[in-house]
């Protein structure tokens, strides 16, 4: 929780930086222009995607296979989305990662060892009706 925290407050502090270093560069209201455009253009492609991700997880139950891979896709893609929704540009890049085919397919494997270590010591618990 203390690291959540830590990393939250570097994050506020590296928007604020990089907001005033773009708007030194562009001017206030095209910083501000952008920062809108990027939100909703972001949260449109978050949209799309989720859309079709949710409906990967459907047929993946329908078929009676196991929905991992696209309950993962679909948290990132819902990640992404929020943090493209949030103003601010370093978000918006950690966005568009999270919620791009290309860039997404590089994170998973990351998250796959994170949860198996989070199943390993008990900390991630799997319930079946």
Do not use: C
Request: avoid cysteine; charge should be positive.
């Amino acid at each position: 929780m203390k690291k959540l925290l830590v990393g939250l407050f570097v994050l506020v502090f590296a928007e604020i930086a990089t907001f005033i270093i773009v708007g030194k560069a562009i001017g206030v209201l095209y910083t501000l222009l952008l920062i809108i455009v990027t939100s909703v253009v972001g949260v449109l492609i978050a949209k799309k995607r989720g859309t079709k991700s949710f409906q990967a997880i459907q047929n993946s139950v329908a078929q009676g296979q196991p929905p991992g891979v696209p309950m993962i896709e679909t948290f990132m893609i819902f990640i992404g989305g929020i943090l493209l929704a949030l103003p601010g540009f370093l978000t918006d890049i950690i966005g568009l990662l999270f919620v791009l085919g290309i860039t997404r397919s590089l994170f998973k494997p990351l998250i796959f060892l994170w949860l198996r270590k989070k199943m390993k010591h008990g900390q991630v618990v799997i319930l079946q009706k």
